[in-house]
Nanobody, 115 residues
Framework: QVQLVESGGGLVQAGGSLRLSCAASRRFFSLNTMGWYRQAPGKQRELVAVLTRSGITNYAESVKGRFTISRDNAKNTVYLQMNSLKPEDTAVYYC?????????WGQGTQVTVSS
């Protein structure tokens, strides 16, 4: 059983920063991608950022230049650095890992940005 534990969400004013963390309970035999999704009330879950095994990144247009996805292999952890936050970034953020033929999800962490 693989568990993804998220942390780092909270309340922040517009223009502020937060860093989300997602720690896996163990290493994966074959890791394909790690990423972050978000879902606001009444809206569909959307991809925010993805990081491949080889280190290639991709971002939603709405967060390019503001968010950065990264990983620390030694800590089995993926991060999402969020800068210049806007009220429209308010959502529950979910960590996702595709590995070993399975898709794993974190429990979600709330990010609220006030104007």
């Amino acid at each position: 059983q693989v568990q993804l534990v998220e942390s780092g969400g909270g309340l922040v004013q517009a223009g502020g920063s937060l860093r989300l963390s997602c720690a896996a309970s163990r290493r994966f035999f074959s890791l394909n991608t790690m990423g972050w999704y978000r879902q606001a009330p009444g809206k569909q879950r959307e991809l925010v950022a993805v990081l491949t095994r080889s280190g290639i990144t991709n971002y939603a247009e709405s967060v390019k230049g503001r968010f950065t996805i990264s990983r620390d292999n030694a800590k089995n952890t993926v991060y999402l650095q969020m800068n210049s936050l806007k009220p429209e970034d308010t959502a529950v953020y979910y960590c996702n890992v595709n590995a070993d033929g399975q898709s794993y999800w974190g429990q979600g962490t709330q990010v609220t940005v006030s104007s």
